[in-house]
T-cell receptor
């Protein structure tokens, strides 16, 4: 049981480049989310999804796109990378019927934009 | 609006108890969580408490919730060096897609 898998683990981009952060879960969870973690700011919600075909914006959505074509996958796309997007990105999934509705997190993608 | 606050650092000696505090502002929170993050890793759910509870105990962990003051605490008994990590409190609201609002995190350092 792999849980939540994120790829890549590390990435360096040049300003203006685009890329996709991959996230896959094998727990048949309906809910998935993307967070970014910055020092002293905790985790902030970028986008989330309550099921295949349904996505919505979180607290800091600008510069990011998501789609949810399957239950398992929830990729995060950076359209034109900026230094302000240097961060650690976490994908998480949850089942609405799970204990306390707590999320299972991936191990993160550390992104540096130069 | 939602705002969750924590102190940034806590240092304790091995064997002592640790108490990590958190305040939140959204009175409609349904669940409140404590997550642990070890260096270079994702977040691990430690425990949670439903908003109609005052206390929850799980082995060395005790969660206290004061709804009147919107104050949540995590007590770790007999703190060990393996407890050194960042601890995040988080809140969620029913019907919000299980969105979590996180605190800034408390760095716990356990000294010998």
């Amino acid at each position: 049981n792999a849980g939540v898998t994120q790829t890549p683990k590390f990435q360096v981009l040049k300003t203006g480049q685009s890329m996709t952060l991959q996230c896959a879960q094998d727990m048949n969870h309906e809910y998935m989310s993307w967070y970014r973690q910055d020092p002293g700011m905790g985790l902030r919600l970028i986008h989330y999804s309550v099921g295949a075909g349904i996505t919505d914006q979180g607290e800091v959505p600008n510069g990011y796109n998501v789609s949810r074509s399957t239950t398992e996958d929830f990729p995060l796309r950076l359209l034109s990378a900026a230094p302000s997007q240097t961060s650690v990105y976490f994908c998480a999934s949850s089942s609405p019927g799970g204990p306390g509705y707590g999320y299972t997190f991936g191990s993160g993608t550390r992104l540096t934009v130069v | 609006g939602e705002d969750v606050e924590q102190s940034l650092f806590l240092s304790v000696r091995e064997g002592d108890s640790s108490v990590i505090n958190c305040t939140y502002t959204d009175s409609s929170s349904t669940y409140l969580y404590w997550y642990k993050q070890e260096p270079g890793a994702g977040l691990q759910l430690l425990t949670y408490i439903f908003s109609n509870m005052d206390m929850k105990q799980d082995q060395r962990l005790t969660v206290l919730l004061n709804k009147k003051d919107k104050h949540l605490s995590l007590r770790i008994a007999d703190t060990q060096t393996g407890d050194s990590a960042i601890y995040f409190c988080a809140e969620s609201i029913t019907g919000g897609g299980n969105k979590l609002t996180f605190g800034t995190g408390t760095q716990l350092k356990v000294e010998l």
